[in-house]
């Protein structure tokens, strides 16, 4: 090729690693390639080098071992350790009160309550937790409340609040908290 200025050349449409471009190398005109290029202007990073990183896929959130890849916020609820759903919904009605991943709440009775989770689970074995607020009644030694899951599905789950009276007798019976308290680990489907 003949020596002709810059900006006499037609811009090209693409650069491919294997292109070769002049360069001057204390004042010898060689030869590199796009990779060599971009190998120099743009570095992986790491931990110590400002550069190029790539992005996380699911299944890297999801394995969780991976120490080069980025994550992005959109990508990081796939991770084991983040939280699947989570709710805080009123305790004798339909109401939640602020959520992550739940369509909808459901008061199937008096202690009894049901959630549909946004994007189901990949199977019915996740780890739940629930909690609960009752202010109301308090907590004293008089009541001792207990709580727990009475249905676990891919997509739903059910919970149920008891309270247990002991004043000579011991009398059990269902209530409704002031809230309810319900977050979900696990694998998305």
């Not at 190998?39 to 890297?60: K, M, Y």
């Not at 990508?75 to 919904?89: E, L, T």
């Not at 199977?123 to 207990?146: K, N, P």
């Amino acid at each position: 090729m003949a020596d002709q200025k810059i900006s006499a050349l037609t811009a090209a449409s693409a650069v491919a690693g294997a292109n070769e471009f002049a360069i001057n190398e204390s004042g010898a005109s060689k030869k590199v390639t796009g990779t060599q290029l971009a190998a120099f202007t743009s570095p992986a990073a790491s931990d110590t080098v400002a550069g190029l990183i790539e992005i996380a896929i699911q299944s890297e959130q999801e394995t969780g071992t991976d120490t080069t890849r980025a994550v992005t916020p959109g990508r990081q609820h796939f991770h084991p350790s983040a939280a699947k759903f989570w709710v805080k919904a009123t305790g004798n009605s339909t109401t939640i009160v602020v959520s992550y991943n739940m369509t909808s709440w459901a008061n199937t009775g008096t202690g009894d309550a049901d959630g549909t989770i946004a994007t189901d689970f990949s199977s019915a074995d996740w780890c739940g937790q629930l909690c609960i607020i009752d202010a109301t009644l308090a907590w004293d030694a008089t009541f001792t409340e207990g709580y727990g899951f009475n249905a676990q599905a891919a997509g739903t789950f059910g919970v149920l609040c008891g309270k247990m009276q002991d004043g000579g007798t011991a009398a059990a019976t269902v209530e409704n908290p002031d809230s309810w308290l319900v977050i979900g680990f696990g694998d998305h489907a």
